[in-house]
């Protein structure tokens, strides 16, 4: 790197693809889940990222782990391949952080929670004032801490999901418990840092299950919390915030969520338009303020360019994404490069301008007000994604090229996924070109007269046919719209 990179700590999540589909697919997580991936594969993953840019990796052990496994690892052998990992990551100098629900789904057994309780979230959430929750509390930080001698880090997250069961907590409860935690960590290992998430607590439907919570000054103010525990900045960077953390003494940071990935609604996602406004925004006086930032990674094989464009505005945020996502395919591809950004772009300027709305909603939790996604001009998008498709379907892979990159997915691969969400997408387009010709006629609309769209299959292409499912959904209740969601 030519320069001192802008943030000092540049730190990849590795989570899980997250929803229905992949739970009960057996196919899909045995491909994309990477927890299930041999050793040697996720040590590649771990030169792929330091080779990107990444000099941190952020690693979980919680209920998600194992049900997006399809409970195919026990607790041990994950507990194995976790430490294996962290220690192969130490090797690359990369620090290591451990991610950890601070009251969520602490039962000793994880195979014990049924898939539907995981993915509605209501299995039990204990807190110091239900019957039995401080016992259920202690023996999750002991759990969570025997990690403790091999992580750097440890970031607490409180909202979501977790809170207050029985009605007497406050959000000081949370910092109170935080220090729980970080004592029990401190027994295995006294150096480890510790950061304080403040991920959801704006939110009402989750900060509101801590009582209290008004802004960072309500944990800066508090004197709970010791002062060298830091706090991390919910999803985006904030001036005001971060000024305020480092002017109390603290580290900031930005846990950063559905900035480069989408946990649920996991699928090809290329957010070079999200990632660029949010970093060519970025306040030179951010790199001086954050110590730390993170990246999400969830769609592991599929999410490998964003990844690349990620890392690198987190040295250089005044770079230009779409131009990175070029320098990828060219340094991946060679002379296919060109065609791969191609169709990477097209996903860009279509499934992933705005996410389909779903990117702005799961941040501030807006919720839809009327036919799903028309603002998003459909007749456009099919015209973007055909012309794509015109160029990545008789692309030729450049047999020739040596990557400079130590990739996960061989470009064979990577192609074959590529025309696959293609596919998907156009087919959207389609069904939703016809879908708001309809509304505008005043026309019926079914099943049977509208444009389809595939069904699932062996990749992890859902993500339109479950919005395609929404869409007759809606029509079919209309009255019903707004005491549903809104």
């Given at each position: 790197m030519s320069k001192q990179p802008f943030i000092r700590t540049r730190e990849a999540i590795l989570s899980d693809p997250y929803d229905a589909y992949v739970v009960n697919t057996r196919a899909i997580q045995q491909k994309y889940v990477?927890?299930?991936?041999?050793?040697?594969?996720?040590?590649?993953?771990?030169?792929?990222?330091a080779e990107f840019g990444f000099n941190s990796v952020m690693l979980t052990d919680t209920a998600e782990d194992y049900c997006s496994t399809g409970y195919q690892l026990s607790r041990q052998q994950w507990t194995q391949k976790l430490h294996a990992i962290c220690a192969y990551a130490k090797t690359k100098g990369m620090r290591r952080t451990l991610f950890v629900?601070?009251?969520?789904?602490?039962?000793?057994?994880?195979?014990?929670?049924?898939?539907?309780?995981?993915?509605?979230?209501?299995?039990?959430?204990?807190?110091?004032?239900?019957?039995?929750?401080?016992?259920?509390?202690?023996?999750?930080y002991r759990t969570q801490a025997r990690h403790a001698p091999h992580f750097d880090h440890l970031v607490t997250h409180w909202g979501d999901p977790g809170g207050c069961r029985g009605g007497k907590c406050t959000f000081n409860t949370a910092m109170e418990l935080h220090n729980r935690m970080l004592a029990a960590f401190r027994r295995k290992d006294p150096d480890i840092a510790s950061t304080?998430?403040?991920?959801?607590?704006?939110?009402?439907?989750?900060?509101?299950?801590?009582?209290?919570?008004?802004?960072?000054?309500?944990?800066?103010?508090?004197?709970?919390?010791?002062?060298?525990?830091?706090?991390?900045?919910?999803?985006?960077?904030r001036l005001k915030e971060a000024r305020?953390?480092?002017?109390?003494?603290?580290?900031?940071?930005?846990?950063?969520?559905?900035?480069?990935?989408?946990?649920?609604?996991?699928?090809?996602?290329?957010?070079?338009?999200?990632?660029?406004?949010?970093?060519?925004?970025?306040?030179p006086e951010a790199s001086r303020l954050v110590s730390w930032h993170t990246i999400d990674s969830n769609c592991h094989l599929l999410n490998v360019p964003g990844l690349y464009v990620g890392a690198q505005l987190l040295v250089?945020?005044?770079?230009?994404?779409?131009?990175?996502?070029?320098?990828?395919?060219?340094?991946?591809?060679?002379?296919?490069?060109?065609?791969?950004?191609?169709?990477?772009?097209?996903?860009?300027?279509?499934?992933?301008?705005?996410?389909?709305?779903?990117?702005?909603?799961?941040?501030?939790?807006?919720?839809?007000?009327?036919a799903p996604d028309e603002h998003e001009q459909p007749e456009k998008h099919l015209r973007i994604v055909r012309a794509a498709r015109k160029v990545v379907d008789r692309l030729k892979l450049d047999r020739s090229h040596k990557s400079d990159l130590p990739l996960i997915?061989?470009?064979?691969?990577?192609?074959?996924?590529?025309r696959v969400h293609l596919c998907a997408i156009e087919q959207y387009a389609a069904f939703r070109c016809a879908f708001a010709k309809a509304m505008r006629r005043g026309a019926p609309i079914t099943q049977s007269n509208m444009p389809s769209v595939?069904?699932?299959?062996?990749?992890?292409?859902?993500?339109?046919?479950?919005?395609?499912?929404?869409?007759?959904?809606?029509?079919?209740?209309?009255?019903?719209?707004?005491?549903k969601l809104g």
């Amino acid at each position: 790197m030519s320069k001192q990179p802008f943030i000092r700590t540049r730190e990849a999540i590795l989570s899980d693809p997250y929803d229905a589909y992949v739970v009960n697919t057996r196919a899909i997580q045995q491909k994309y889940v990477y927890q299930l991936w041999p050793l040697k594969r996720i040590f590649r993953y771990i030169d792929m990222l330091a080779e990107f840019g990444f000099n941190s990796v952020m690693l979980t052990d919680t209920a998600e782990d194992y049900c997006s496994t399809g409970y195919q690892l026990s607790r041990q052998q994950w507990t194995q391949k976790l430490h294996a990992i962290c220690a192969y990551a130490k090797t690359k100098g990369m620090r290591r952080t451990l991610f950890v629900w601070g009251t969520g789904a602490v039962a000793g057994d994880y195979s014990k929670i049924k898939k539907d309780e995981l993915l509605s979230w209501t299995f039990w959430h204990p807190c110091p004032c239900v019957k039995g929750g401080n016992a259920a509390l202690d023996r999750h930080y002991r759990t969570q801490a025997r990690h403790a001698p091999h992580f750097d880090h440890l970031v607490t997250h409180w909202g979501d999901p977790g809170g207050c069961r029985g009605g007497k907590c406050t959000f000081n409860t949370a910092m109170e418990l935080h220090n729980r935690m970080l004592a029990a960590f401190r027994r295995k290992d006294p150096d480890i840092a510790s950061t304080f998430s403040l991920w959801s607590m704006h939110m009402p439907e989750f900060g509101g299950k801590w009582p209290g919570y008004e802004s960072v000054q309500t944990v800066l103010q508090a004197g709970i919390l010791p002062g060298d525990v830091g706090v991390a900045m919910h999803g985006r960077f904030r001036l005001k915030e971060a000024r305020a953390i480092v002017n109390s003494g603290r580290r900031a940071g930005v846990w950063a969520w559905y900035l480069a990935d989408d946990e649920v609604m996991p699928s090809l996602h290329v957010h070079t338009k999200v990632m660029g406004e949010y970093f060519n925004a970025l306040p030179p006086e951010a790199s001086r303020l954050v110590s730390w930032h993170t990246i999400d990674s969830n769609c592991h094989l599929l999410n490998v360019p964003g990844l690349y464009v990620g890392a690198q505005l987190l040295v250089d945020p005044s770079r230009n994404a779409d131009r990175l996502l070029r320098e990828f395919c060219s340094r991946a591809f060679g002379q296919a490069g060109e065609g791969f950004a191609t169709g990477l772009s097209a996903i860009a300027r279509t499934r992933c301008q705005s996410d389909y709305m779903r990117l702005a909603r799961l941040l501030v939790g807006l919720t839809f007000k009327g036919a799903p996604d028309e603002h998003e001009q459909p007749e456009k998008h099919l015209r973007i994604v055909r012309a794509a498709r015109k160029v990545v379907d008789r692309l030729k892979l450049d047999r020739s090229h040596k990557s400079d990159l130590p990739l996960i997915i061989e470009p064979a691969a990577f192609l074959k996924e590529l025309r696959v969400h293609l596919c998907a997408i156009e087919q959207y387009a389609a069904f939703r070109c016809a879908f708001a010709k309809a509304m505008r006629r005043g026309a019926p609309i079914t099943q049977s007269n509208m444009p389809s769209v595939d069904k699932p299959g062996p990749y992890m292409d859902q993500f339109e046919h479950k919005l395609y499912r929404e869409h007759l959904d809606w029509q079919g209740m209309v009255d019903k719209w707004p005491a549903k969601l809104g």
